[in-house]
């Protein structure tokens, strides 16, 4: 059973589309379920001032995307590098254990989005994460 959140991110989810000439973009697909998602970031002085994604999958991947979205806008880069997918649980007041790894492919999702906009910044991005989200083990131990 989904919560009243997560139903409503699922019907109407917030900041769908993409950005041009985006700042960041970063994408994660998880092979096990076939979850796809796409994350377009417009960062100006360090901070976040647009936010888009684009997800194929199920309803968990979709509000997942849209709230992970609603999280970071407005934030700096380092707060939203910080973002967990345990804090977009939490925003969502849960998911079934089985749609959990829709969580961990937001965060991925937008970890890869700021990889890419610190890369073209020329910032030296070796000592950050770098997930493909392909092998869905990753999930829910994360804090």
């Known amino acids: 059973m989904y919560s009243e959140k997560v139903m409503d991110h699922f ?3 917030r900041n769908v589309g993409e950005i041009e000439n985006a700042d960041g ?3 994660v697909g998880n ?3 076939g979850d796809i998602m796409k994350v377009y970031l417009k960062i100006e002085n360090n901070i976040i001032t647009d936010v888009k994604f684009k997800t194929f999958g199920c309803g968990a ?3 997942t995307s849209s709230m992970a979205t609603e999280l970071i806008k407005g934030k700096t880069v380092e707060e939203a590098e910080k973002l967990r997918n345990k804090a977009v649980l939490e925003a969502l007041d849960g998911l079934p254990p089985a749609k959990i790894h829709c969580s961990v492919l937001a965060e991925e999702a937008i970890a890869a ?3 890419d906009y610190k890369m073209k910044q020329g910032h ?8 493909p989200g392909c092998c869905g083990k990753c999930g829910e131990s994360r804090e």
């Open 31 to 33: 092979m096990k379920c």
């Open 124 to 131: 030296d991005i070796s000592d950050m994460q770098s997930c």
């Open 25 to 27: 973009v970063g994408q």
């Open 11 to 13: 019907t109407n989810p």
């Open 61 to 63: 991947a979709v509000a």
């Open 113 to 115: 989005a700021i990889k």
